[in-house]
């Protein structure tokens, strides 16, 4: 049995980055990169790793298939105000 598959069975409700991935495609349909995800967890707009085996970040399965479900669409960018339009005189 090698390292990784020891990990698994220790807790089969945390994810590694790629277990994160594939979920999240069985989840919604939709193909993150595992570097768009860094990115997300980095900005605070994912589920932050619950803890570390060595330096292999581990997520709750529960947090990411509610964050997978609840996240906002591709390009929402709800943080940015719209521009009014001017009126045409």
């Known amino acids: 049995m090698n390292r990784k598959d020891s990990h698994q069975m ?3 409700h945390r994810l590694t980055t ?3 991935i ?3 495609k069985e ?3 939709t ?4 570097s768009t995800f860094r990115g997300y967890v980095s900005r605070g707009q994912a589920p932050a790793p619950v803890e570390k085996i060595g330096r292999t970040p581990l997520w709750k399965r ?3 298939v509610a964050w997978a479900n609840n996240r906002p669409g591709q390009g ?3 943080d940015i105000p ?4 001017r009126r045409a005189e």
């Open 82 to 85: 719209k521009p009014r339009r």
């Open 31 to 34: 193909e993150l990169s595992v």
């Open 62 to 64: 529960s947090e990411i």
């Open 27 to 29: 989840e919604t349909g």
């Open 18 to 20: 790629d277990q994160v």
């Open 10 to 12: 220790a807790n089969p």
């Open 76 to 78: 929402a960018r709800t």
């Open 22 to 24: 594939d979920l999240i």
